[in-house]
């Protein structure tokens, strides 16, 4: 204790209150379930799955896009929604400014990849992203227009856990082609 009161001195204590910073807390969090084994995350998740969504918490697929969204695990039903179905959308979601589409040359995409798609019969994200590719050297435009309306076809949604061939991996072949004709639907 002697030693301690020679050492110590109060010059260092500062007078400003500690401060508790809960994004940065919920930035580490975010990295820990990021970084988390594929299996741990499924394991850890499940729980927080609600009964809409729980036939999805053993689907891999979805395990390995959902956790680059998270901040925390409660947020797996809000980020998983998109299997659900898709939801009732404003069509202006399509215009995207980076891309620089329209409502219009959405439509037009979709419409041209549709019979394409369903030719398709390697249904993997590899196979799919190279179709898109190609259909945007086709059609002449950027990869990522051809990407986001895709994206938008099958989930309704600006922000998914992963892009547009992840989202058509996970939802399978027969529902992402019902999710873009009844996009083509609503958006001609």
């Known amino acids: ?16 209150p500690a401060v ?4 940065k807390l919920l930035w580490f969090n975010s990295h820990y379930i990021k970084e988390m084994p594929l299996d741990e995350f499924m394991a850890k998740a499940k729980p927080y799955y609600n009964e809409e969504l729980a036939a999805f918490a053993d ?21 998983a929604e998109f299997v659900k ?6 069509t202006a ?20 990849a549709l019979p394409k798609l369903r030719e398709v019969t390697d249904w993997s994200n590899d196979a799919l992203f190279e179709l898109l590719k190609a259909i945007a050297d086709e059609k002449g435009v950027k990869a990522g227009a051809v990407m986001w309306a895709i994206r938008i076809g099958v989930s309704g949604l600006a922000v998914t856990p992963g892009g547009a ?3 058509m991996e996970i939802l ?17």
């Open 165 to 167: 061939t992840e989202l």
């Open 59 to 79: 689907n891999e697929k979805l395990a390995r896009h959902v956790p680059t969204r998270l901040s925390v695990l409660r947020e797996v039903n809000e980020k």
């Open 85 to 90: 179905g898709l939801p009732d959308y404003d």
């Open 172 to 188: 399978g072949k027969d529902e992402s082609i019902k999710r873009l004709e009844t996009s083509l639907a609503r958006i001609k």
């Open 93 to 112: 979601r399509f215009v995207n400014k980076k891309n620089k589409t329209t409502v219009e040359q959405c439509s037009e995409i979709i419409e041209y």
């Open 20 to 23: 508790f910073d809960y994004d």
């Open 1 to 16: 204790m002697e030693q301690l009161e020679k050492i110590f001195s109060i010059d260092g204590i500062s007078k400003s």
